[in-house]
């Protein structure tokens, strides 16, 4: 009785029983949701912000070397580190944007409106 599941004509397939197939099938579910697919979602935010770098977003490298992006090329980025410093990186050296730049443009002042409206 302690067997049941085991000793089942039905439930056997050439010499590998339902419950190895289940628990096969359990572990490689358990791998893809806990491991591949996160995996994936995060290789695919590193790929985007990879492709949306610009010209001066403050960057982090995966050396730890902290800068502003002075121009983007196809594979590499040259970030300016200090005053006079200038070192050419892979795309893929970048680790993090630290503070994205926004063009002047793009930004709205509000402050001159609402103190218009006083």
Known sequence: MINLIGNLPLL?????????????????AIFYF???????????????MISEL???DKVVTIGGIRGV????KDTTVIIKVD?????EFSKSAVATVLEK??????KVDTSSSEEKDK
Request: charged share 25%; glycine share 8%; no cysteine.
């Open 12 to 28: 056997q397939t050439g010499g590998a029983t339902f419950t190895t197939i289940l628990t096969f099938g359990g572990v490689i």
């Open 34 to 48: 806990f491991i591949i697919k996160p995996q994936n979602k995060k290789q695919k935010e590193t790929q985007r």
């Open 54 to 56: 610009k010209k001066f």
């Open 69 to 72: 992006i002075q121009s983007v």
């Open 83 to 87: 005053d006079n410093t200038k070192i």
């Open 101 to 106: 730049h926004e063009a002047k443009s793009d």
